[in-house]
C-alpha cells in the first residue's frame, strides 16, 4: 500500500521498534506542570480524564455489541415471519382448495338425491353395477377419509404458523426494544467523552492523544518483555491471509458503532467482513465470537487469528504477527495497527479452525 495506508510490515516494525525503545516504567511529565487552564476544572490530571474517557468509550463498545446483537437478531426474526407469511399464505391457498373438493362432493351428494352410496348400491340388480359400484364406494370412501385428513393437518399447520407468527413478532418487539435502549445508551455514553475532551484546550487534547499513546505502549512493551512472541511462530491460512488483506485495506477508514463498511467500521464489523472475504461466516460481535469460535492458547496463535480483549469481551482485532493488530479502536479513531497486548486480553479464536 502506498501514501496514508503504509504497508503491514512496515507498521510492524514500527510498533516493534517502538516497544523496544519505550522500556515498561517510562516517565510522563506531570500534569500539574502544565500552564494553569484560564478556567480551572476539577483536581483531575489528565491521565484520570483519559481513564474516564476511556470507561466511556467502553461503556459504549460494551452498549455497541448489544445493538449489533439486537439488530443480527432482528433481521433473522423478520426473515423467519417473512418466510411464516410464505408458509400460511401455501397453506391458505391448499385450505381453499380441499374445501372445494369437499364441497363439490357435497353437491354431487346432493345431485343423487341426498342418498348415500351404500343404500344406492344395495338396491341395484345388475352384478356387475353393484361390484363396480362397490370399488367405486372403496376408493370414494378412501379419497374422502384422505381428503378430510389432508384438511385437518392444513387448519393444524396453519394454526401452528399463526401462533410461531405471533411469538416472533413478540421477539421481533423485544429485540427491537434492546436495539432502541442499546443505540441510547451509546449515543449518551460517547456524547459524555466527546463533552470532556471539548473542555480541553487543544494542546491538552494534543497531550491526552500522547498520553493514550503512551498508555497503549507501556502495556505493549510489559507484554512483549514477558517473552510471550518468543512461542509464537504461526503462519496464517490461505483464508487467514485473505483475511488479512481486506483487514488493512481498511487501515484510515473511521470507526462507527454499528457500522460494517464499506465506509466505516466498528471493531467487530472489521473482523466480520475481514472473514466473510474469506469465504468464512462468523459471528457478528465480539461477544459471540469469543462464544461460538474454536478457542486456542496465545502461544499457539497465528496471521489472522482473532484476539478478544476485555473481561466482557467488548473488543476484538486481527492478530498480523509479530505482535502487531489490526482493528477499529473507538469512536473518534481511524481503523489503524497497533501492538496486540496494548489492551487485557480475554483471549484468542480461530475462524478456519
Known amino acids: 500500500m502506498t501514501g496514508k495506508r503504509y504497508s503491514t510490515a512496515t507498521a510492524v516494525a514500527l510498533i516493534c521498534a517502538a516497544t523496544v525503545l519505550a522500556a515498561p516504567g517510562t516517565a510522563f511529565a506531570?500534569?500539574?506542570s502544565a500552564p494553569a487552564d484560564?478556567?480551572?476544572?476539577?483536581?483531575?490530571?489528565?491521565?484520570?480524564?483519559?481513564?474516564?474517557?476511556?470507561?466511556?468509550?467502553?461503556?459504549?463498545?460494551?452498549?455497541?455489541?448489544?445493538?449489533?446483537?439486537?439488530?443480527?437478531?432482528?433481521d433473522k426474526q423478520s426473515e423467519q415471519i417473512v418466510q411464516l407469511a410464505k408458509d400460511i399464505a401455501k397453506g391458505q391457498a391448499k385450505l381453499k382448495k380441499l374445501k372445494a373438493r369437499a364441497g363439490a362432493a357435497a353437491r354431487a351428494q346432493y345431485?343423487?338425491?341426498?342418498?348415500?352410496?351404500?343404500?344406492?348400491?344395495?338396491?341395484?340388480?345388475?352384478?356387475?353395477?353393484?361390484?363396480?359400484?362397490?370399488?367405486?364406494?372403496?376408493?370414494?370412501?378412501?379419497?374422502?377419509?384422505g381428503m378430510l385428513t389432508e384438511l385437518e393437518r392444513t387448519q393444524d399447520d396453519l394454526r401452528v404458523y399463526a401462533e410461531d407468527a405471533t411469538a416472533r413478532w413478540t421477539k421481533l418487539e423485544a429485540s427491537r426494544k434492546s436495539k432502541a435502549a442499546a443505540k441510547k445508551k451509546i449515543k449518551k455514553k460517547i456524547a459524555a467523552a466527546e463533552k470532556i475532551e471539548s473542555t480541553l484546550e487543544k494542546k491538552e487534547q494534543e497531550r491526552l492523544r500522547k498520553?493514550?499513546?503512551?498508555?497503549?505502549?507501556?502495556?505493549?512493551?510489559?507484554?512483549?518483555?514477558?517473552?510471550?512472541l518468543k512461542d509464537i511462530d504461526g503462519k496464517a491460512s490461505a483464508r487467514?491471509?485473505?483475511?488479512?488483506?481486506?483487514?488493512?485495506?481498511?487501515?484510515?477508514?473511521?470507526?462507527?458503532w454499528g457500522a460494517e463498511g464499506p465506509g466505516s467500521y466498528?471493531?467487530?464489523?472489521?473482523?466480520?467482513?475481514?472473514?466473510?472475504?474469506?469465504?468464512?461466516?462468523?459471528?457478528r460481535t465480539s461477544q459471540e465470537q469469543w462464544k461460538q469460535l474454536p478457542r486456542v492458547d496465545i502461544k499457539n496463535m497465528r496471521p489472522g487469528d482473532l484476539i478478544i480483549?476485555?473481561?466482557?469481551?467488548?473488543?476484538?482485532?486481527?492478530?498480523?504477527?509479530?505482535?502487531?493488530?489490526?482493528?477499529?479502536?473507538?469512536?473518534?479513531?481511524?481503523?489503524t495497527i497497533t501492538g496486540a497486548g496494548s489492551m487485557q486480553i480475554l483471549g484468542v479464536v480461530r475462524p478456519d479452525k
Not at 478556567?39 to 445493538?67: M, Q
Not at 487501515?251 to 462507527?256: D, T
Request: hydrophobic content about 35%; charged content about 25%; some cysteine.
Open 266 to 283: 466498528d471493531c467487530s464489523g472489521l473482523t466480520s467482513k475481514a472473514w466473510a472475504s474469506a469465504g468464512r461466516g462468523i459471528p
Open 111 to 145: 345431485r343423487g338425491g341426498g342418498m348415500p352410496s351404500e343404500a344406492q348400491l344395495m338396491l341395484s340388480d345388475d352384478p356387475s353395477q353393484f361390484l363396480d359400484g362397490a370399488r367405486r364406494m372403496r376408493q370414494g370412501e378412501k379419497a374422502t377419509k
Open 240 to 256: 487467514g491471509k485473505k483475511a488479512i488483506e481486506f483487514a488493512t485495506a481498511q487501515i484510515g477508514k473511521p470507526y462507527v
Open 309 to 335: 480483549y476485555h473481561s466482557d469481551a467488548s473488543h476484538v482485532g486481527m492478530y498480523l504477527g509479530d505482535g502487531a493488530i489490526v482493528h477499529a479502536p473507538r469512536p473518534g479513531r481511524d481503523v
Open 38 to 74: 484560564p478556567t480551572p476544572r476539577t483536581d483531575k490530571s489528565l491521565e484520570e480524564v483519559r481513564k474516564e474517557i476511556d470507561d466511556l468509550y467502553h461503556d459504549a463498545g460494551v452498549a455497541t455489541d448489544a445493538y449489533n446483537a439486537a439488530e443480527e437478531k432482528a
Open 211 to 228: 498520553l493514550e499513546e503512551a498508555a497503549a505502549l507501556k502495556k505493549q512493551s510489559a507484554w512483549v518483555s514477558s517473552g510471550v
Open 30 to 32: 506531570s500534569p500539574a
